[in-house]
């Protein structure tokens, strides 16, 4: 099996890990959430910036080790064919699921009242919407990755 | 729409021609041996361009290297 693995393809397994690591850092953030909206938004700020900083030396340090100091080779035009249909399917993940915070910011309370029901997912404060966003941003991340490795291993 | 199933005789032709490796044909053509491989296992079916460049590594012709095997609905 690992003859069939190019270089390229451990590193997008690197990224998919990466990405858990992200994931499982916010998840804690949102566990230890005090219940305070303005001192949350600066801790989402500071959570943020350490998942950015984290997955960039961790990105580095997998480069290293999966390619040593030589460059990684070019993309031949399977691999962009595959790299262009994961894009594809993690730019559709994102827009859908903006789509679905902005009916929940816009739409969803007036609706839910207008039925005299309560909005069990309501996302109305600055920091719902960044978590929201945020939420979307990893999930289209992570179905991306998962994508490049489901064509990597099937038939295209 | 029809989609066309294409098997191919690399593997042959690549013993045949001083047992040529995957990853010398992949320089030759362009591309990652992994590409290669995928395409000896039927898992991925090149370009146009790309099977001329394996059929011209071979010096044979492209029918002579990938076959239409049968038409899948």
């Known amino acids: 099996m690992f003859e069939s693995i190019s270089n390229r393809e451990m590193n997008i397994w690197s990224e998919l890990i990466i990405d858990l ?7 804690n953030f949102l566990v230890t959430l005090s219940g305070n909206d303005n001192q949350s938004l600066y801790d989402l700020g500071k959570v943020v910036t350490k998942i950015i900083a ?5 990105g580095i340090v997998a480069h290293i ?24 399917a993690g730019y559709y993940t994102l827009i859908v699921l903006n789509i679905f915070i902005l009916w929940q910011v816009a739409v969803s309370d ?18 719902e919407i960044g ?11 992570l179905l991306k990755a998962c994508t490049k490795i489901v064509l990597y291993r099937k038939k295209l | ?3 066309l199933k294409i098997e191919n005789n690399i593997r042959a032709l690549r013993f045949q021609n001083d047992e040529m490796t995957q990853a010398e044909l992949a320089s030759q053509c362009g591309v990652t041996r992994q590409t290669i491989l995928a395409i000896e296992q039927s898992k991925y079916t090149p370009s146009l361009e790309l099977a001329y460049k394996i059929s011209n590594a071979f010096s044979k012709e492209i029918g002579e290297v990938f076959q239409q095997t049968q038409q899948l609905s």
Do not use: H, W
Request: with cysteine; glycine share 8%; net charge positive.
């Open chain 1, 54 to 58: 984290i997955s960039i030396v961790l």
């Open chain 2, 1 to 3: 729409m029809t989609k």
């Open chain 1, 65 to 88: 080790v999966i390619n040593g100091k030589n460059n990684q080779e070019p993309m031949d035009e399977r691999d962009l064919l595959i790299d262009g249909r994961a894009a594809k």
């Open chain 1, 21 to 27: 690591i992200g994931m499982f850092i916010y998840i």
């Open chain 1, 131 to 141: 978590n929201a966003i945020l939420i979307c941003i990893i999930a289209s991340g």
């Open chain 1, 110 to 127: 007036r609706i839910m009242d207008f039925f005299g029901r309560p909005n069990t997912l309501s996302i109305s404060n600055p920091f």
